[in-house]
């Protein structure tokens, strides 16, 4: 615990994803005049320097943001959230990079309420030396907002996260990306989030998460559709194939509880510019799907026998928006598998076939196989 430090990774193809579209969920909270509740459950450092010698180290955001900077083509989406960057950087020069309470702020309104966690010792003592700057810079320009507007809370945000909901103006949204460095990140985040959902099912909840071969992320979406959300959205960006030695993070997601409606047709727009611009070899790809809750469980992998569709997932096409049942826990891009000779619907021996006519075998959607993998980055704000 504690080792995962973000500065190594600030800026890299993962923050792309995840503050692009944290900027869209904030720009659509705005749109009503109420103002809500931001809750950053690992909210880091706030604000990275780009020429420190994590990031140096690590280059990563030089495949991430760095690709982006300084183009001219982008779309909408990613203007914005390039723009909100650069001021950041008014020289013009790429030496400093947001996280998602910098992301807030620069965002949400005055009248809006940013309460921020981290429990790493050394991240909450930078971070709430940032957030004094933002007031100090907020003050010199005459903004003023009634009461404390930000609060940071050096506590667990998943502990946290109850005791704000539901809150004062009865709107929030919620942004929870845990560094993953302990599997049960993945059954934590599960859990807060179906707290959450009891106690103000109306959030905007939002979830970052590293795409893997290890069993807990690939069953990690599947768990997520069947928590008790009116609707939710995924979207995974994978700028490269997976390596053979398993290391190294090439993809990640972001998935949405109750979603702004529009965010889906801009992700449509966005999503295959950021493939052809971050993406570094032909297994460069993204997906999107959406639905409402999922019902049934998810079984356990390994386990022997078939797998059954279950709930009313659909996958969403990249074009025409068409859709196809998953099953519980299969990877993206797994197709259905026939039986091979000798193979059942229960995984026993086939019996011999009569004489007369049989229908055609059904086939069965089975897994892919799994194989452990070692992380390089995750996230955090």
Same mark, same amino acid.
């Given at each position: ?8 990774? &600030?800026?890299? @193809?993962?923050?792309?994803?995840? @503050? ?13 005049? =109420?103002? /809500?509740? /931001?809750?950053? =459950?690992?909210?880091?450092? %706030? ?11 690590? +280059? ?5 943001? +760095? ?7 982008? !779309? ?27 992301? *807030?702020? *620069? ?30 810079? $907020? ?5 003023? &907002? ?12 998943? @502990? ?17 990306? !845990? ?8 059954? $934590? ?15 905007? /909840? ?14 990690? &979406? ?27 993070? $090439? #993809? ?7 979603? !702004? ?8 727009? =966005? ?7 971050? +993406?570094?070899?032909? %297994? ?10 999922? =019902?049934?469980?998810?079984? *356990? ?18 074009? #025409?928006?068409?859709? #196809? ?24 021996? *086939? ?29 955090? #704000?």
């Amino acid at each position: 615990m504690f080792s995962y430090r973000h500065a190594f990774h &600030a800026g890299n @193809h993962a923050d792309v994803l995840k @503050h692009f579209i944290q900027v869209q969920l904030h720009k659509y909270m705005n749109q009503k005049d =109420t103002a /809500y509740t /931001y809750i950053d =459950t690992h909210a880091g450092a %706030g604000v990275y320097a780009l020429d420190s010698a994590q990031a140096v180290k690590s +280059g990563e955001y030089i495949d991430g943001i +760095g690709r982006l900077w300084g183009r001219d083509d982008l !779309p909408p989406a990613l203007a914005e959230y390039v723009d909100l960057v650069g001021k950041l950087n008014p020289s013009g020069k790429l030496r400093w990079y947001p996280g998602s309470p910098w992301v *807030a702020d *620069a965002e949400a309104r005055m009248e809006d309420r940013l309460r921020l966690f981290e429990l790493h010792p050394a991240d909450i003592r930078v971070l709430a030396d940032n957030v004094r700057k933002l007031e100090a810079h $907020h003050a010199e320009q005459g903004e003023r &907002a009634r009461g404390r507007r930000i609060l940071v809370d050096h506590a667990d945000g998943f @502990h946290g996260l109850k005791a704000l909901l539901p809150p004062p103006s009865r709107r929030a949204l919620v942004l929870v990306d !845990p560094p993953y460095e302990v599997k049960l990140d993945y059954k $934590h985040v599960r859990d807060a989030l179906e707290e959450a959902l009891k106690r103000f099912p109306a959030g905007m /909840y939002a979830v970052w998460y590293p795409v893997l071969q290890r069993m807990e992320s690939r069953q990690f &979406a599947d768990r997520l559709k069947r928590l008790p959300a009116k609707e939710w959205l995924h979207v995974t960006l994978s700028v490269a194939g997976p390596r053979a030695d398993g290391n190294g993070l $090439h #993809s990640s997601g972001m998935f949405i509880l109750n979603p !702004p409606y529009t965010l889906e047709a801009t992700l449509r727009e =966005t999503m295959p510019y950021l493939v052809q611009v971050l +993406g570094q070899d032909s %297994g460069a790809t993204f997906r999107i799907e959406k639905g409402t809750q999922v =019902t049934g469980t998810v079984p *356990a992998l390994g386990m022997g026998g078939p797998r059954k569709p279950v709930g009313n997932a659909r996958r969403a096409s990249p074009l #025409s928006g068409g859709g #196809s049942l998953r099953l519980p826990g299969q990877p993206f891009g797994d197709g259905p598998r026939t039986r091979t000779e000798g193979e059942s619907g229960e995984g026993r021996p *086939a019996r011999t076939p009569r004489t007369e006519a049989k229908p055609a075998p059904r086939t069965e959607a089975k897994p892919a196989p799994r194989g452990p993998v070692k992380r390089n980055g995750s996230g955090r #704000s």
